[in-house]
């Protein structure tokens, strides 16, 4: 007979024991990681009925503490995420940023942190459905570098794998099941030797990375695809649009992108909270503009970095602090 495998005694590294002693929110109070535990038959592990956010906090050498980077525009999307997928969060934004804060004020991280809130059905249940299931709730931080990288530039492929369409699921959502699509399509473009993927919409417009938002350059215009392209309406995006509206003078449009305007564009940039602003200097084999990050993508990437580690004053309102 095979013998089944037991949980190994061995002793966890020294990531999984920081991991294990993090500070998380989990269904109403603040336990440690390794003491939260999901049933094995939990309705959203099964059915992708979940709804999550992404949200970063970066450490400030200068202000030695860490900055929440705009947390009530993130729990303010989830709360109408949520409610899109017939589930509630627990609390209202005020409160859910100060459950944040009390989470990272206990972890007293001194590093860049990914914020991870969940909202999912919870119900230890067979069954496809929202309806008379109960939701849960988590906050998990977790101590995180560069998602993708931001400096050198990253090399793209349009991907055979087009974005799900609102008609299908609620692209804008950032529902959980809905990012089997994304992981497809990242996953095919890491076995194929590039970085990230572009997913196309069904309609063949261009329309974001696999976590991130898009923006090209062309005629001096900052173009990148309408809310009503199947993106998720990116923070970041909005943030990059004030930039180069404001800070840059740049004029921002908001129209479909043909696949073919990728390739003859000066600048691709993504962005997103875990991707931050990266370049993309090659796209399916053709390189973009001088194959070396741009200095429109340089110039926002250097405005976002230092609104959101505190280094850019005129900001501050977007950033709540650790104390
Ligand atoms: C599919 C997708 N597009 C775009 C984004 C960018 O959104 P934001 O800038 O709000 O993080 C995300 C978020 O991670 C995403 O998952």
Same mark, same amino acid.
């Not at 875990?274 to 090659?282: D, K, N, P, Q, R």
């Given at each position: 007979m095979t013998e089944i495998p037991t949980k190994s005694p061995v002793a966890k590294s020294e990531l999984r024991r920081a991991q294990s002693d993090t500070w998380v929110y989990f269904e109403g109070e603040l336990c440690r990681y390794g003491d939260a535990h999901l049933g094995l038959l939990t309705h959203a592990l099964h059915y992708g009925t979940g709804c999550f956010e992404g949200i970063r906090a970066y450490w400030s050498e200068r202000q030695h503490r860490i900055n929440v980077f705009r947390m009530p525009d993130h729990f303010a999307r989830m709360s109408g995420n949520a409610r899109m997928l017939h589930m509630e969060l627990p609390h209202g934004v005020d409160e859910l940023c100060d459950i944040t804060v009390e989470v990272m004020r206990r972890n007293d991280f001194r590093t860049d942190v990914y914020i991870r809130p $969940?909202?999912? *059905? +919870?119900?230890? @249940? #067979?069954? #496809?459905?929202?309806?008379? $299931?109960?939701?849960?709730?988590?906050?998990?931080?977790?101590?995180?570098?560069?998602? !993708?990288? %931001? %400096?050198?530039?990253?090399?793209?492929? !349009?991907?055979?794998? &087009? &974005? #799900?369409?609102?008609?299908?699921?609620? +692209?804008?959502? *950032?529902?959980?099941g809905i990012y089997i699509n994304s992981a497809l399509a990242k996953t095919e473009a890491f076995l194929n030797g590039f970085d990230e993927a572009i997913l196309m919409t069904q309609d063949g417009h261009v329309c974001e990375g696999s976590a991130e938002n898009l923006f090209i350059l062309r005629r001096g215009q900052l173009i990148t695809p309408?809310?009503?392209?199947?993106?998720?309406?990116?923070?970041?995006?909005?943030v990059l649009m004030q930039f180069a509206t404001d800070e840059l003078g740049v004029e921002v449009v908001e129209r479909t992108i043909d696949r073919s305007e990728l390739y003859v564009a000066d @600048?691709?940039?993504?962005?997103?909270?875990?991707?931050? !602003?990266?370049? !993309?200097?090659? #796209?399916? =084999?053709?390189t973009i503009g001088s194959g070396s990050p741009g200095p429109l993508t340089r *110039? $926002? =990437?250097? $405005?976002?970095?230092?609104?959101? *580690?505190?280094?850019?004053d005129r900001y501050a309102s977007w950033l709540t602090p650790i104390t």
């Open positions: $969940l909202v999912f *059905k +919870a119900t230890e @249940e #067979i069954g #496809i459905r929202f309806h008379n $299931l109960r939701d849960g709730f988590m906050i998990v931080p977790v101590p995180f570098g560069a998602y !993708v990288d %931001t %400096t050198g530039g990253i090399r793209c492929q !349009v991907s055979s794998w &087009r &974005r #799900i369409d609102d008609n299908v699921a609620p +692209a804008r959502s *950032k529902a959980t309408p809310a009503s392209e199947n993106i998720v309406e990116g923070i970041t995006r909005s @600048e691709v940039l993504l962005c997103g909270t875990g991707a931050e !602003v990266s370049a !993309v200097i090659e #796209i399916d =084999q053709r *110039k $926002l =990437q250097d $405005l976002y970095f230092a609104a959101c *580690k505190g280094e850019d």
